[in-house]
């Protein structure tokens, strides 16, 4: 089955310290992976994306994420955390099933910055 | 470049009425996604179109839900009858190209009482 994992539900983290929030996928073809962020009632926001090429990504808002094919992750990350990057991340998939491309979007990551 | 426009932003309705949310897409974009999104259920693709064809309608819950694009610029997603269950913020997105990021726009809150 095709599918995109966010194993945490939470991420807290101090402001200054790095930030690692974790996705892993599952497809069936060659990954099209993505990163979106949502602030309260607002509606996602694209961070990066990662289509062919060089495994690290660099995104938005000083956000990068690396891609590892062997262990099938996607892992967002920043070096050092602001406060106003709390919001809720998620990170989705585009795969090709049957001839159809399917979008598929992790449950998110709610990342809380402690001042 | 004024985004994704939805309306209405806020909807309350009663059980087994009629809703119809709208969305305008960003000009020059062939994909328009709908998406719900709750806290149990995470956000849902519902259905997207391609040049303003639906490709993929198999995330639609039920025959109660209905989505149309009659031009470039311009979508509905239609419930009815709606029911309490269906509250949600429902979301339109469009993008250029199949691999490309999407844009995402405010969202329609729906409450059905």
């Known amino acids: 089955a095709q599918s995109v994992a966010q194993p945490e539900d939470q991420v807290n983290v101090a402001e200054g310290n790095p930030l690692t929030v974790k996705c892993t996928y599952s497809?069936?073809?060659?990954?099209?992976l993505f990163w979106y962020v949502q602030y309260p009632n607002r509606g996602l926001q694209f961070l990066l994306k990662?289509?062919?090429?060089?495994?690290l990504v660099k995104g938005s808002y000083g956000f990068e994420a690396e891609f590892n094919k062997s262990q099938t992750s996607f892992h967002l990350k920043k070096p050092s955390a602001l406060v106003s990057d709390s919001a809720l991340y998620f990170c989705?998939?585009?795969?090709?099933?049957?001839?159809?491309?399917?979008?598929?979007f992790g449950t998110g990551t709610r990342l809380k910055v402690l001042a | 470049d004024a985004g994704v426009i939805q309306s209405p932003r806020h909807e309350v309705t009663e059980m087994g009425q009629e809703v119809t949310l709208r969305c305008k897409p960003i000009s020059g974009h062939d994909y328009l996604f709908w998406y719900r999104q709750t806290m149990m259920r995470g956000l849902e693709l519902l259905i997207y179109f391609n040049n303003n064809v639906p490709i993929d309608d198999s995330g639609m819950p039920e025959d109660r839900f209905s989505a149309k694009m009659p031009n470039a610029s311009f979508s509905t997603l239609k419930i009815q009858p709606s029911e309490p269950r269906d509250s949600a913020v429902y979301f339109c997105?469009?993008?250029?190209?199949?691999?490309?990021?999407?844009?995402f726009g405010p969202g329609t809150r729906l409450t059905v009482l």
């Open positions: 989705a998939v585009r795969d090709m099933i049957r001839g159809t491309y399917k979008y598929i």
């Open positions: 497809v069936s073809g060659n990954p099209y």
């Open positions: 997105a469009s993008s250029f190209g199949v691999i490309n990021e999407q844009f």
């Open positions: 990662y289509i062919t090429g060089d495994n």
